[in-house]
């Protein structure tokens, strides 16, 4: 438990620190002043920064610093992820050129949208990576340039209702094979099922690395018409590529992931909207932190699997256009543009407030939700 949460907090100050980054590097590039960015949380345990003397000097604590000439870079107390201080992010310093709300909104929204782009990058990245050493990927129209290994037959999805789901069977679990017999695919695999409709069988499958048995009676399906248990399957394998394809994959399959993300976050309001519900299992850092301890077990190729994927997650959510988030700062810079003057700072601050409010609120209730799934099995 306790190195689920240490490598929950790793995975988790990576992206965050990469998010800030991202922020940090384009408001430099385009000439605004980055008071302060740090590793962690404030407040400051201990800092450097260039004085306008032209000299490096240290400052302990977090005592007001006044003769910095540049960003004062810190190291914070609670030590998860990184912030950023930008000069007039928040209305100030208007009349000076190196502010924030100085510049004009194209620029301003550079910088908002940086942290964004700076998690794609850091997925992309991550896959590239993995592709280099190996990832967990679908066997299906594989580039021939690929390298495989520890193919495997797992379960996609689970049909509501089925012998599947009375086992307690879930997506993600690995199909061992049944009766000590092994499978060379997955074909191969639903052949022998409904060859043995109505018979009882022993499966053996794998979750996070360890194998558990059921006995399950395969029946015949209505949607298929032939025998089975109610799983849709598929040949997984670990993938590697050499350097410069593995670059070209990671990149091809971000944009890929990116965008199944994307639709999968529509498919989610427009359940909400109109009241078919969520459509699927949400979860918060709870689960995260467990899914994330889950990955870790697995190996390090799932680790950095998870780690990309949560990446792209975040960097969609952030650019979702809600109050407190990145995204519902650009909306308001699109409403300056579209009215010709900013909104009030008083107003604008409040709605990010009430937003900011809202956010933590359906993080407890949805943490709530997954102690309860985790204490109670509700």
């Known amino acids: 438990m306790l190195l689920t949460i240490v490598i929950f907090l790793v995975v988790l100050s990576v992206l965050v620190f990469a998010h800030e980054m991202g922020h940090f590097w384009v408001a430099r590039k385009i000439g605004v002043r980055a008071e302060e960015f740090g590793f962690g949380f404030p407040p400051r345990v201990w800092g450097f920064y260039k004085s306008q003397a032209g000299d490096w000097k240290q400052v302990r604590g977090n005592k007001e610093v006044s003769d910095a000439a540049d960003t004062i870079y810190s190291i914070n107390v609670i030590p998860m992820g990184g912030f950023v201080k930008i000069k007039g992010e928040d209305g100030e310093n208007k009349e000076e050129g190196d502010s924030f709300a100085s510049r004009s909104a194209l620029e301003r929204a550079a910088i908002l949208l940086a942290g964004v782009s700076m998690n794609i990058v850091l997925a992309a990245v991550l896959i590239s990576f993995g592709f280099m050493i190996g990832l967990p990927q679908s066997l299906d129209d594989i580039d021939p340039k690929a390298i495989v290994r520890d193919r495997q037959i797992q379960i996609i999805e689970v049909m509501p209702r089925s012998p599947a789901a009375v086992a307690e069977l879930t997506a993600g679990d690995i199909v061992v094979g049944i009766n000590g017999r092994n499978f060379q695919n997955s074909d191969e695999l639903q052949e022998y099922i409904n060859t043995h409709?109505?018979?009882?069988?022993?499966?053996?499958?794998?979750?996070?690395?360890?194998?558990?048995?059921?006995?399950?009676?395969?029946?015949?399906?209505?949607?298929?018409?032939?025998?089975?248990?109610?799983?849709?399957?598929?040949?997984?394998?670990?993938?590697r590529y050499s350097f410069f394809t593995a670059i070209w994959e990671g990149v091809k399959n971000t944009v890929l992931l990116t965008w199944a993300i994307l639709v999968a976050f529509y498919e989610l309001l427009a359940g909400i909207l109109t009241g078919r519900g969520l459509g699927g299992e949400l979860g918060g850092p709870v689960r995260i932190a467990q899914i994330t301890g889950d990955a870790a077990r697995m190996g390090l190729a799932y680790l950095i699997n998870f780690t990309a994927l949560l990446s792209i997650n975040l960097a969609v959510i952030n650019a979702f256009p809600f109050p407190a988030l990145?995204?519902?700062?650009?909306?308001?810079?699109?409403?300056?543009?579209?009215?010709?003057?900013?909104?009030?700072?008083?107003?604008?601050?409040?709605?990010?407030?009430?937003?900011?409010?809202?956010?933590?609120?359906?993080?407890?209730?949805?943490?709530?939700?997954?102690?309860?799934?985790?204490?109670?099995?509700?």
């Open 197 to 239: 409709a109505g018979e009882k069988l022993p499966f053996t499958f794998k979750r996070a690395g360890r194998e558990f048995s059921k006995d399950i009676i395969p029946e015949i399906r209505q949607e298929t018409g032939r025998g089975g248990i109610g799983i849709a399957i598929g040949d997984t394998g670990i993938v």
């Open 326 to 378: 990145d995204g519902g700062r650009l909306l308001f810079l699109l409403i300056e543009k579209i009215k010709g003057s900013p909104v009030k700072k008083e107003v604008e601050g409040t709605i990010h407030y009430i937003g900011f409010a809202l956010l933590m609120l359906l993080v407890v209730l949805v943490t709530y939700k997954d102690i309860a799934r985790i204490w109670w099995g509700s």
